[in-house]
């Protein structure tokens, strides 16, 4: 029964390219969250996802960042245009239930450096 | 507005002694609360849970208290071990959000 996937673990952008990162939740699991981490810093919620819905992206940036979990397929965290503040550490949780009452299985984190 | 504090950026503790973590929050609404265990560049693991309509829950080495009318809950890790040292990360949940805190930094001292 594998845990939360998540690839790549390292991904070195340039300024202003794209990452695209992915995220497999555990089986059975249609909830997925997505965190950021800076250096030093403890984790800042993103966005909820639910199958094809976005439920909860009051953490997101406004611009350059959006997010997507298809029927389908993983789900994806896409930074367009990427500047040097984007380096972090980026988890992906999931979950068989919504936040209240449902633990979240986190993945192990995509590094991103942006040179 | 920080809704999940963890008030002590790191804690030291003997080996073989007590451990215990802190968490405040203010959101009255929340109901589901966890703790998290992360070791650097690794994910951050589960370790428990508890909801709003306990005090206590335990499991192994692991208690965490709730005290609903201070606000407050408590990670206690008895007794503690040297590969306790990691940061923990308490999180509050409610309906379709969930807060994490900042995290505190336990070292278990040999």
């Known amino acids: 029964n594998a845990g939360v996937m998540q690839n790549p673990r390292h991904l070195v952008r340039r300024r202003g390219q794209e990452a695209r990162l992915r995220c497999s939740p555990m089986k059975g699991h249609s909830h997925v969250y997505w965190y950021r981490q800076l250096p030093e810093e403890g984790l800042k919620f993103m966005v909820y996802l639910q199958k094809e819905n976005i439920i909860d992206e009051s953490g997101m940036p406004k611009e350059r960042f959006s997010a997507e979990f298809p029927k389908e397929g993983p789900s994806i965290l896409r930074i367009q245009q990427v500047v040097r503040g984007d380096s972090a550490a980026y988890f992906c949780?999931?979950?068989?239930?919504?936040?209240?009452?449902?633990?979240?299985?986190f993945g192990p984190g995509t590094r991103l450096t942006v040179l | 507005d920080q809704q999940v504090k963890q008030n002590s950026p790191s804690l030291s503790v003997q080996e073989g002694r007590i451990s215990i973590l802190n968490c405040d929050y203010t959101n009255s609404m929340f109901d589901y609360f966890l703790w998290y265990k992360k070791y650097p560049a690794e994910g951050p693991t589960f370790l428990i849970s508890?909801?709003?309509?306990?005090d206590k829950n335990e499991d192994g080495r692991f208690t965490v208290f709730l005290n609903k009318s201070a606000k407050h809950l408590s990670l206690h890790i008895v007794p503690s071990q040297p590969g306790d040292s990691a940061v923990y990360f308490c999180?509050?949940?409610?309906?379709?959000?969930?807060?994490f805190g900042k995290g505190t930094r336990l070292h278990i001292l040999p």
């Open positions: 999180a509050a949940s409610a309906l379709d959000k969930i807060i």
């Open positions: 949780a999931s979950s068989h239930r919504g936040p209240s009452g449902g633990t979240q299985y």
């Open positions: 508890i909801s709003s309509i306990k």
